[in-house]
């Protein structure tokens, strides 16, 4: 595998050389957090931006949470962004980034695969990173039909030395060439070791876990405008999108909530568009509802945002979504 990886390495931004030891722990780090949920190709230009705003974890420590919040957004998952900012703040108060799996586990948002990632890429240890394409790639080489099986014959796998190369190694085998669908067994170093090759029906392995079925919530989406501005809240900290920049909604229902929760003004109008959205949870479907007022009329908690400013907003996927349709009903 490590021979594998000499030749084969992905060349991606937040990665040092095979063999080097030179990986930066910060960019490892931020990398492992951005990659939770997101793909290499959606990550590749945002950590550029990232690591030119804020090049190290001391500028993090010092920005502020809602700054932050507004370079994540579009990539999901917003909790990811806080725990960031956190991280950073308890590195900085600690004196130094921990160089261990168990220490690097107290930190914010590092669970036991990113604290076993960064150990072995960043630091050299010798520690197991079991990520999807990880995985994936043990299954297969051990015939396992049972994902709970993976971690033990991953840990038998691993090498003392050069731990983070062949975490890495696993990773870019699993992307590149063990891919979930029509794995490349001929291009592959394992496949003279692969039982899931001489089985025959590599793809079989892991077994896939039935789907369990996603509810539906719905919601209403409020575009209140005025003087060529729109309303803006933030959303309460705790919750799905919490702390984010957002137009106004009710809360989700079970059944379509039409303009419950609206702010309270006159003339609302239910549009006929829909905003559907799929999260970890639930999917959820919004309908979109639009008002328009004169300045002296309103008392609105929020922030009037200038509707040609709105892409500087920051504002999670769903809502940029509605943005949009509002702004395609007014101006076709
Ligand atoms: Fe995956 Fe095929 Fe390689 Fe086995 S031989 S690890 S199934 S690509």
New binding site residues.
């Given amino acids: 595998m490590l021979a594998w990886y000499d030749a084969n390495a992905r060349v991606l931004p937040w990665r040092a050389p095979p063999g080097s030891n030179a990986a930066n722990p910060y960019r490892v780090w931020l990398s492992e957090v951005m990659l939770q949920q997101t793909t290499v190709a959606a990550v590749t230009p945002r950590f550029a931006a990232w690591i030119a705003r804020w090049p190290d974890f001391a500028s993090l420590a010092a920005a502020s949470e809602e700054e932050v919040m507004g370079a994540w957004a579009g990539l999901g998952y917003y909790a990811r962004a806080r725990n960031l900012v956190a991280c950073a703040r308890a590195v900085a108060a600690r004196g130094g980034f921990p160089t261990t799996e168990a220490e690097l586990r107290q930190l914010p948002g590092i669970g036991d695969y990113t604290a076993a990632a960064v150990a072995a890429i960043a630091f050299g240890r010798r520690a197991v990173a079991i990520d999807a394409n990880v995985a ?2 043990v299954a ?2 051990f015939a396992l039909a049972d994902k709970a099986d993976v971690p033990a014959h991953a840990e038998r796998i691993t090498p003392d030395l050069r731990a983070g190369d062949f975490a890495q190694a696993m990773m870019d ?1 699993g992307a590149t ?2 891919t979930p669908r029509g ?3 001929l ?5 003279t070791e ?1 039982r ?2 001489a089985s025959g029906t ?1 793809e079989a ?1 892991p077994a896939r876990a039935a789907k369990k079925a996603r509810p539906t919530r719905h919601g209403t989406i409020f575009w209140l405008e005025r003087d060529g501005r729109v309303l803006l809240v933030r959303r309460p900290p705790k919750g799905l999108l919490g702390g984010m920049r957002a137009l106004p909604t009710g809360d989700w229902a079970e059944a379509p909530p039409g303009l419950a929760g609206a702010p309270a003004t006159a003339g609302w109008q239910l549009l006929e568009d829909e905003v559907t959205h799929v999260f970890t949870h639930f999917r959820l479907e919004c309908r979109l509802a639009a008002a328009s007022i004169a300045a002296q009329e309103v008392h609105a908690e929020g922030e009037w945002w200038p509707i040609t400013d709105l892409g500087a907003a920051g504002l999670p996927t769903l809502f940029a979504r509605a943005a949009q349709l509002f702004g395609r009903e007014r101006w076709g």
């Avoid at 291009?187 to 496949?191: A, G, I, S, T």
């Fill in positions: 994936r790639v297969r080489l085998l060439v063990c794995p490349r067994c291009l592959c170093p394992l496949r692969c899931g090759f590599p392995f």
